[in-house]
């Protein structure tokens, strides 16, 4: 079964930067497309960034610029850089990954297939 299992969440000022990781467990990860995705108080869940196994990234339009997502296949993990945080970006933060290997897909703004609990990112202005 897989794990994900996020860290680097926390409380930052307006401007500041914060790295999330993302460490996947229960099975290897590299041909499956892994990405963020977050939820803000009293808002839908909403795609952040994802990557597909062959690298190709995607991102949100308020993000771009500012996030980068990245993996790293040998440690079966996946990150995302977070520069200028905006108060607007205090959500919880969660890993995602697809089930299915070496998908065509593109498009993840409809959720994955496996989660993690989740950290929560908070901005202040």
């Known amino acids: 079964q897989v794990r994900l299992v996020e860290s680097g969440g926390g409380l930052v000022q307006a401007g500041e930067s914060l790295r999330l990781s993302c460490q996947a467990s229960?099975?290897?990860?590299?041909?499956?497309?892994m990405g963020w995705y977050r939820q803000a108080p009293g808002k839908q869940r909403e795609l952040v960034a994802s990557?597909?196994?062959?690298?190709?990234?995607n991102y949100a339009d308020s993000v771009k610029g500012r996030f980068t997502i990245a993996r790293d296949n040998a440690k079966n993990s996946v990150y995302l850089q977070m520069n200028s945080l905006k108060p607007e970006d205090t959500a919880v933060y969660y890993c995602?990954?697809?089930?299915?290997?070496?998908?065509?897909?593109?498009?993840?703004?409809?959720?994955?297939?496996?989660w993690g609990k989740g950290t929560l990112v908070t901005v202040s202005s």
């Open positions: 229960g099975s290897v990860l590299s041909a499956n497309a």
């Open positions: 990557i597909t196994s062959g690298g190709l990234t």
């Open positions: 995602a990954a697809d089930s299915e290997r070496y998908s065509g897909r593109i498009d993840y703004s409809t959720g994955m297939d496996y």
